[in-house]
């Protein structure tokens, strides 16, 4: 009976926010069980349990000393690299054990990259450095084809396709960044580890770094340690916060909360997270 | 608001004008020194060198004219073993130092490369006279081991040096690749060090050409004419420099003169080539 | 150049704010018609249909406080985020009034009206429909003028209302008609204060191109 | 981009030749490093061991004698280790403050371009053979110090025993003079990179302050590098006393003690040197590798402490506390 | 620990709110007196003074639009900003419709009111005084358990209000009484609108405690 | 007539927002005019006007390379040291030429002080980190004094009182920053530059010398070059932007606004200003 206008059944309103990660659809990529971690008898992080989600951008926070950079080189095995380096407990990396017997680091790292707080191109051309470990890889097959889709993937193609054979140092320091990013990906890995990726570099580079990661985000699980705040409410899906905690081990990192991104920044659910995000501190 | 200071700020300056001008006066004296050794080297020794006289065999003693072919050949010889041994050993103990090595092991095998170093080669030729030369003739090897045992360390040095400036961040670049350890280090990091091994090279191979003592007891007994056998003692310039330093015949002065200056000659350019090449590698490097 | 992540959530925030718009004229046109031909059924559809407008307004909330604690908006875009958040609340509020029109035709549904107040009624909705449309195409467009322009349309609205309640006094003898006299007199307030908000957000539209705030009337004064 | 990893590959397989590669790189390189320990180590055994004859004979007593006399047959160090050790003093008091004044031209004052040029002078003066510099101070520096320099000590401080005595061409004056002219460029290469190696910020630091340049050098950069100075100018002193040719050339030789610098001399170095032909007996070559050894051992020494005094310095720069 | 200067900031923001509402209170209190009075100066007084709410409310808008672009608050100290930033918009509202009765009480000073009626907007007023109170003190204290009480008293005024309803339908009929009558209506409704604002603080409240925000009760369902 | 409430008139209103410097009642420190500045031929800032005022914190950001350090080295005449430095210009300090004949480097800066980016701490002990300029400068009575009030002012006494023997190098990163503040500070100048002094500190570090700058404010000048926007809007009274623009010169850094720093994050008056604040570029 009633004219003019009719009510239809509403079509479910489309969030306008950013779309959650649920994390229940996303396959785990990491589980990291009773994870400590330490240098010699000095423990850097202790009873850390923490699964890491596939094509999610999760980002680690903390205060300084807090063990954010132990636990990420663990997660590709870098840390073997320190010889007074010691661990307890699990990683799995799709189930498997990453420490487990017969596991090559040198594998875990080809699938599990990394990049450096300090950008570290190779002393090599342009091309060199991309091209450089498909071929200690074997992965001889098109390396041009493999060295130009790296580079557009990772946003650089169109400002060095013409200097290809210029050396890797001339570029600018964001520059250099997006260049071990797309050194990185050469190899097709799986993992994208970034420890503090862009705390050397200006706003503008860091907001080019941060877009790249939201691009990268569709082919690669991404973990971001970050000293900025911010730049972890910006880009990272999920945040893992760890704090300093002391006992007769001496002081050394835990994980205090982990959780999505808007969940952290908005409420957290632990008091500590919460002194930090706001900044009010110890 | 008075920006011109004080009258003690006077006197500061004043202190400050006086440090300056004395640095820079020890900095003149020690160029002046230089000129003045290369000039009077220069101004005596340039008249007797000439085509023969760096063609033609030793004079006979006590005889006028001939040259120094075989100091030339036989420094030559000597210093290419001597580089052909030290030069891979020293980039090996350099990567284990700086690669590989434990902190302790690393320390003390970093003591015993300083101590060879500050080593005084008249020892390096005592050594190689007890090794190789008592109870034999004296031979080339000998002298050859001897100038090695001079160039180890500061070729091992050399490469530390530019393996150290090959930053630890593109190491771990190429380990977090999943590179192995020996293609990081065949494929990383010695390419990029490969300039400063050959530049510390050279410096080593102009030191080792100028070194007398450790030639001394191994290989200043020798004939007047080339010698290639390194079985046998090698004519070689320093030697023959330092006999006829102690000679007194003026010809003889005249002759080390000579002899001298190309020695000098051949030092000043290559060293300061390589030294120059250094110091721009050492900058790009930064 | 790309858009950032930030400004295509700032973007979808702003959409979702004009899909809002559309839907609270959806439910004022629906009171309206509900009213006119006194149809309990679609005030019933209208009153069951400002959920979605509070859902919808509930996402854009929570949009903003994502956006703030996120992203750190400044200049431009904190005024925008704050336009947003202020005309959010007052679409909510339009369509809140809505409902109470709405309400208010359920509880006379039985009272012939009297047709020349029904038809003034019918008029002054249309204002203030005219007046969100307005207010909603100036935020869009950023238009200075459009937004400022409320203002006169608000004047018609609130002399409609005076004249209203004049009206009302006349016939309010009549007792037949008391109660539903008196209930729409309360209609009439109501898309009144439809007309103020509109002009509050061609306020928001204001301040977010002057980046500052001013009253185009002051609101105390007003009707 | 791959799919879900295939678990068995992360365990090796066709990393065969990876693992191969680590292993020989590092057995090679060890085995190098190996080679310098036992390097070291057989030098000093084959040095003591041709000792040995000169050890049984004389004993500890060898040190303090003071003869040398292959006719009868006894020998000692003393003279050889007071030429060392006057020699080198001589050129540690002229070499010094000059190399620290070069330094700190090179490192702080002068202009970028000069730096470049006037530093490859001062370490080219380093680069000449000694054997070089020798013949020009026994036919150049000697009898210009014997001419114009040494009278004019002699005249002005004569009544000082050590500048009595008749100015002389050659001697240990001279051997010290010369060796100040080795050992500054040694000492001030190092002390500039030491400078050099003081952070620009600390200097900045300084002058923000409002401190002088010289008063920036003294208290930041001369106060922060002063145990590697020292460990610099004990560098030098290994120099000083390790060389042979150079001093055997202006030295004079002479096997005594004589309180006059003006008079010929001898060091440890210079007497091995001297003797490379003229050695008769086996007693007499075992005692020329006394010498060497004692030579050694002092050479390890100086080296020994030169790196406990950077050891110390490297820690207190990085404030390890 | 010190307090930061961006804490100290956050205080004085929560400071000058609780300020604005004693400056609402004294407002209504004004306007109830006016109207029970009909004191039209007083009336004039109170709608004078709500040029000094407006300014404190723009004052407090600023503030936090300050806040906003320079702190870039996140968590509790971002909910506290917001619910600052909601409750300010509230308590505006309600010093408005304190003018709206004081400008009612003007419009009918000459009429002598129905003692009952004005005795029942009297309890009205009290109420919404005495849920404004409740609402800034759950605020202060962040008292949760105050701030949901504010539904329950909202409810009494809900109910005066309809109960005035059904009352003035019974003596609008009498002619010197009708405009009267009509202009009360409006104020019972204002009356009961001052409430639902309370609980709306009182629900920015529980949001700013809990992180989560819900309406106590859905507004388009109330009264 | 009212009776029950009457309607005082109002107190007026206490601002509830960060108190506005009000310039005009801030005398004027630094006076710079027409100031171009450059290394050899190439031009880093030019056509630069601006006036700093006194206990006020001025930030200056801008994109990297925009002569945002040249600048701030400008003020003390620390650019002297470079030899290819260039300028053009006046800068007047109280009135006086900063250039002018007679002036003499030494001494502006000693009045004027400046903290870097990295922190500096001379290799001595805590206590002749502080105390080493005064001796310098013969400012040698009450030295403990001095030196106690520097630390306290710089908010560093509390946690180095029982260890000012101590190398300062074994204090951590922030505290270090701080005792190049208490160092600069016991000289006692008229104005502090920063230039970047928290971009290698973490969160906590920062925010202490973030703390520490607002109570400086009381007795000092301050000047701050921040990559970190927030950094800015968080300290700063007012905002210098800087941006690059570029002609025949080459590229050089401009002043683009000057404002109160709620007025540049708010409601900057250049477009290029707001493209910036809001991370638009380019
Ligand atoms: N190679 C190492 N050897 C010994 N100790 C180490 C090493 N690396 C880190 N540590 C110690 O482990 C702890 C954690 O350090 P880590 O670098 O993981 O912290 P972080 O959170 O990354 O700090 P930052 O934010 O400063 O980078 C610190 O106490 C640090 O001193
Ligand atoms: N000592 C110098 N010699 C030559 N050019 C210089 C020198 N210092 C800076 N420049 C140049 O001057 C320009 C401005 O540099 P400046 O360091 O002042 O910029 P900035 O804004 O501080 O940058 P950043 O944010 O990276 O610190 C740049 O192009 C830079 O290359
Ligand atoms: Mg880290
Ligand atoms: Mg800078
Ligand atoms: O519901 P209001 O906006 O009129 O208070």
Redesign the pocket.
């Known amino acids: 009976m009633s004219q003019g206008v009719t009510m239809p059944p509403m079509r479910p309103v489309d969030v306008a926010v950013r779309q959650e990660t649920e994390s229940q659809t996303h396959e785990t990529v990491f589980d990291i069980q009773g994870l400590q971690a ?3 008898s ?1 423990v ?1 992080i202790k009873g850390v349990d923490l699964e890491i989600y596939r094509n999610v951008i999760t980002a680690v926070i ?1 205060p ?8 990420i080189r663990c997660l590709n095995r870098m840390n073997d690299e ?1 010889p ?1 380096f010691r661990h307890e407990g699990t990683i799995l990396y799709h189930g498997v054990d990453l420490y487990g017997d017969g596991v090559e680091p040198v594998e875990v790292r080809r699938r599990i990259g990394m990049v450096f707080q300090k950008a570290n191109p190779f002393p090599k051309t342009i091309y060199d450095n991309v091209a450089w470990a498909p071929r200690v890889l074997g992965l001889k097959k098109d390396l041009d084809e493999r060295v130009e889709k790296a580079l557009q993937s990772a946003a650089l193609w169109d400002e060095v396709k013409d200097r290809l054979k210029r050396s890797a140092l001339s570029l600018s320091g964001g520059q250099q960044q997006r260049l071990c990013i797309a050194r990185a990906i050469a190899i097709e890995p799986e993992v994208l580890l970034l420890d ?1 990726p862009a705390s050397a570099l200006d706003p503008i580079a860091t907001q080019r770094i941060e877009e790249l990661m939201q691009s990268l985000k569709q082919d690669y699980t991404i973990v971001i ?1 970050t ?1 900025n705040m911010q730049q972890a409410a910006r880009v990272a899906d999920r945040t893992a916060f ?1 704090s300093i905690d002391s006992d007769e081990d001496g ?1 050394y ?1 835990v994980l205090v909360e982990y959780d999505e991104t808007p969940k952290i920044f908005t409420a957290p659910s632990d008091r500590r997270t919460e002194d930090y995000v706001t900044g009010r501190f110890g | 608001m008075n920006l011109q200071g004080d009258r003690r700020l006077r006197r500061r300056r004043i202190v400050n004008r006086l440090a300056e001008g004395s640095a820079t006066v020890a900095a003149l004296l020690a160029v002046l020194v230089l000129g003045i050794v290369v000039w009077s080297i220069a101004k005596r020794g340039a008249g007797e060198l000439s085509w023969g006289f760096l063609t033609k065999d030793l004079p006979l003693f006590g005889q006028p004219g001939g040259g120094i072919a075989p100091l030339l050949v036989g420094s030559a010889l000597l210093v290419g073993i001597a580089t052909a041994i030290a030069l891979p050993v020293a980039v090996l103990i350099a990567v284990f130092l700086e690669e590989f090595a434990s902190p302790r092991v690393g320390a003390a095998i970093q003591l015993c490369v300083d101590l060879l170093n500050g080593l005084p080669s008249i020892i390096i030729g005592v050594f190689v006279f007890g090794l190789l030369v008592y109870g034999h003739p004296q031979n080339g090897w000998a002298g050859s081991v001897g100038l090695s045992i001079v160039m180890l360390p500061l070729v091992t040095r050399a490469t530390q040096e530019v393996l150290r400036l090959v930053p630890t961040s593109q190491r771990e670049g190429a380990l977090a690749l999943g590179a192995s350890r020996w293609r990081t280090v065949l494929g990383i990091t010695l390419p990029s060090a490969a300039g400063g091994i050959l530049t510390g090279t050279v410096l080593a191979v102009a030191r080792a050409v100028g070194e007398t003592a450790p030639l001394l007891f191994a290989t200043s007994i020798f004939g007047r004419t080339i010698e290639w056998n390194p079985g046998h003692a090698l004519p070689n310039l320093p030697v023959q420099i330092f006999i006829w330093s102690e000679s007194d015949l003026p010809e003889d002065h005249a002759r080390a003169w000579a002899s001298a200056l190309v020695l000098l000659i051949f030092v000043l350019v290559t060293s300061l080539t390589a030294r120059l090449v250094l110091a721009r590698t050492r900058r790009r490097m930064g | 150049m790309l858009r950032s992540p930030f400004q295509e959530e700032l973007d979808q925030l702003e959409a979702s704010l004009q899909e809002e718009g559309a839907l609270v004229l959806r439910v004022l046109r629906g009171a309206l018609n509900a009213l006119a031909q006194r149809d309990v059924e679609l005030a019933d559809d209208v009153i069951a249909f400002d959920d979605d407008v509070d859902r919808r307004y509930l996402q854009i909330e929570q949009g903003i406080e994502h956006l703030l604690a996120l992203q750190t908006p400044v200049a431009i875009d904190l005024r925008l985020v704050l336009a947003i958040l202020h005309t959010n609340l007052h679409l909510e509020r339009m369509a809140d009034y809505g409902v109470t029109v709405a309400k208010l035709t359920k509880l006379v549904a039985d009272v012939e009206p009297d047709p020349l107040l029904l038809q003034s009624l019918e008029e002054m909705g249309e204002r203030a429909e005219e007046m969100i449309r307005v207010a909603l195409d100036a935020f869009a467009n950023r238009d200075l003028e459009a937004a400022e322009s409320l203002v006169e349309l608000d004047e018609l609205i609130d002399r409609s209302n005076r004249r209203f309640v004049d009206r009302v006094v006349e016939i309010v003898g009549e007792p037949g008609m008391r109660e539903w006299a008196l209930r729409m007199v309360v209609v009439s307030r109501t898309l009144e204060r439809i007309g103020d908000h509109a002009v509050d957000i061609g306020e928001q539209v204001a301040y977010l191109l002057t980046a500052e705030f001013r009253e185009f009337t002051d609101a105390s004064h007003r009707g | 981009m791959s799919a879900v990893p295939m678990t068995q590959e992360l365990r090796g397989g066709r990393r065969l030749r990876d693992r191969f590669g680590d292993r020989l790189l590092l057995i090679v390189t060890s085995a190098a490093g190996l080679g310098a320990v036992v390097l070291i180590g057989f030098i000093a055994y084959k040095v003591i061991r041709g000792a040995h004859l000169a050890l049984s004979t004389f004993g500890l007593p060898f040190v303090w004698h003071t003869a040398w006399d292959t006719n009868k047959n006894v020998f000692g160090a003393a003279p050889g280790l007071y030429g060392t050790a006057v020699t080198s003093l001589i050129a540690l008091l002229i070499a010094t403050p000059l190399a620290l004044g070069i330094a700190l031209f090179l490192s702080e004052l002068a202009p970028r371009s000069l730096r470049l040029v006037v530093g490859s002078l001062v370490e080219t003066l380093a680069a000449i053979p000694s054997v070089v510099l020798g013949l020009w101070g026994i036919l150049v520096l000697g009898p210009f110090l014997a001419d114009h320099v040494e009278p004019w000590l002699h005249n002005s401080f004569g009544f000082l025993p050590i500048f009595s005595g008749t100015p002389q061409s050659s001697g240990i004056f001279v051997a010290g003079v010369i060796l100040a002219i080795m050992v500054v460029p040694i000492v001030a290469s190092v002390c500039r990179e030491l400078f050099l190696s003081v952070p620009p910020e600390l200097e900045e630091g300084a002058l923000a302050l409002g401190a002088t340049r010289w008063e920036m050098v003294r208290g930041v950069v001369l106060s922060s590098s002063r145990p590697g100075i020292g460990a610099a100018v004990i560098l030098g002193l290994g120099r000083a006393l390790g060389e042979a040719i150079a001093v055997t050339q202006v030295i004079g030789a002479g096997w005594f003690i004589r309180s006059s610098l003006f008079a010929p001399g001898d060091t440890l170095a210079s007497r091995i040197a001297g003797q490379y032909q003229g050695a008769v007996s086996k007693l007499q070559i075992a005692s020329l590798f006394y010498l060497a050894a004692i030579l050694l051992v002092i050479g390890l020494l100086t080296n020994l402490l030169a790196q406990i005094v950077v050891k110390r310095f490297a820690f207190q720069r990085t404030g390890g506390s």
């Open positions: 330490g240098y010699g000095n850097a903390g300084s000393g807090c063990g954010k950079s132990t636990f320190v007074s503090e340690v000293h760890f002081r990192g």
